[in-house]
């Protein structure tokens, strides 16, 4: 990935930014820092409450999903393989998914946590309630999680990438979280072959829905610095809905994302090892 000296003005958008630390380089979409290997996409003006919206499940934006609710058995059928593998590490307890959507894995977790959600997009907070979910619809805050009370899993899936301050997220899951609980973490990996060798046509490089983009590495210093211990970290194999393949393949490819529904029924193994999952555990 070609990386040229940083602006000014990104400069000091990565020093306000902590665990973000000594020197910057950039992309052609993000700018990454060398010491800590944390990259930040350069948006402005940027809503997530207006932009995650139906819309966004449904194909409305071209970074988004293609058919979320239409293809709900192939992603519980994943979120049923999460749940197994969740329990290698807390078998059971009060589990909180931030970022939960409509409620597929509370529904797959439920058979083995007390569950709670909280999800930003109003339609699909209200789509998990209608299933008989707990969930909370906004932002996670203090009084959210106050509400919630102490918990034995979090659980952020394909969720911190998006956020406008993953640090104050995590510090705040940290406070919440009960003794050896643990965060249970997904996202892009920066640092993978696939990442460099496609560089801002990377299929997760798609600012300003992803806002922030992390390596192995960064995650481990972000962990190290709530004081939770790296328990695992992988590249897992994942069932994705075809519809969402062919959604981001037309997108890389600038085709246009015409949604299709009939794909969404179908799932397809795959692993292009440029997506991780992390296991932070508390002492």
């Not at 950039?26 to 290997?37: G, L, V």
């Not at 999460?82 to 894995?105: M, Q, T």
């Not at 979910?133 to 998006?162: M, S, T």
Request: some cysteine; aromatic content about 8%.
């Amino acid at each position: 990935m070609r990386r040229a000296a940083p602006s000014s003005r990104a400069r000091a958008r990565l020093a306000r930014v902590p665990p973000v630390t000594g020197s910057a380089s950039a992309s052609a979409a993000a700018i990454q820092c060398s010491s800590c290997d944390l990259g930040r996409a350069e948006t402005s003006g940027f809503d997530p409450a207006a932009y995650y919206t139906s819309d966004y499940f449904s194909g409305g934006h071209g970074d988004g999903y293609s058919d979320y609710l239409g293809a709900e058995p192939v992603l519980r059928r994943e979120f049923a393989r999460s749940v197994d593998f969740i329990r290698k590490y807390r078998r059971n307890g009060k589990l909180l998914e931030l970022g939960c959507a409509y409620g597929f894995f509370l529904v797959e977790a439920a058979r083995h946590f007390d569950v709670t959600g909280i999800e930003l997009a109003a339609d699909a907070a209200q789509h998990a309630r209608r299933a008989g979910l707990h969930v909370l619809q906004g932002v996670a805050d203090e009084a959210k999680l106050a509400r919630i009370g102490p918990v034995d899993v979090i659980v952020l899936f394909d969720v911190i990438e998006h956020l406008p301050h993953p640090l104050e997220t995590l510090v705040l899951c940290r406070r919440h979280l009960n003794p050896a609980g643990i965060i249970v973490i997904t996202t892009g990996d920066f640092g993978s072959a696939v990442a460099k060798l496609t560089g801002a046509r990377w299929r997760l490089m798609t600012p300003p829905q992803h806002l922030w983009f992390f390596t192995q590495e960064s995650l481990r210093r972000l962990g190290s610095g709530l004081g939770l211990a790296v328990e695992h970290m992988d590249h897992p194999w994942k069932i994705v809905p075809a519809s969402l393949i062919i959604f981001q393949l037309r997108r890389m490819l600038g085709i246009g994302c015409a949604r299709i529904a009939s794909a969404s029924r179908f799932g397809i193994p795959l692993n292009l090892f440029d997506a991780m999952r992390v296991v932070l555990r508390a002492p």
